[in-house]
């Protein structure tokens, strides 16, 4: 059986500006968390996230959290690259607590992984259109950092 391959694409770190409580749903309890900016880098491209972006994030029943992002990635050399990824962040309920309460927890403590996808008109980064990539991630206070793998 073939085992699936990954480099490193970039790592990206999101700034949280405010977290809007739409409350609970039929689907879980919504909030929507607005990025105000950051920044990423790697060795194929760098630079920085616009403000603008949110995190969709849906607290399911089953404890976990359901992630449902959107970006716009600005690169060093000016074109935009949107990004979009669905995710999920689980863990035992007192590690949960802990990351809710702003502690910076050790991501081996919890699971935290998403899908990323891009869309861009660039000439340069035309290959991210038809690249599939996986993330890790880890919460910090002020918002979260995920590393960007390729899938090869």
């Known amino acids: 059986m073939a085992e699936i391959k990954t480099t490193h ?30 920044s990423f880098e790697g060795p ?3 630079g920085t996230v616009l403000s603008g972006g949110s995190d969709w994030i849906l607290a399911r029943p089953d404890g976990s959290l359901q992630l449902d992002v959107r970006l716009t990635l600005k690169t060093h050399d000016g074109d935009l690259i949107g990004m979009t990824y ?38 340069t980064y035309g290959w991210l259109n038809r690249t599939v990539t996986v993330a890790t991630g880890h919460r910090l206070p002020d918002g979260p950092v995920y590393q960007v793998f390729e899938v090869l």
């Open 86 to 123: 669905r995710g999920f962040r689980h863990g035992p309920a007192s590690t949960l607590d802990r990351l809710n309460r702003g502690e910076n927890v050790d991501p081996s403590e919890y699971y935290f992984r998403a899908a990323p996808f891009f869309e861009t008109a660039s000439e």
């Open 44 to 46: 194929k491209l760098k």
């Open 9 to 38: 694409l970039f790592s990206i770190s999101l700034k949280v500006h405010e977290i809007q409580n739409l409350g609970q749903t039929p689907l879980g309890n919504r909030r929507v968390a607005v990025v105000e900016g950051g």
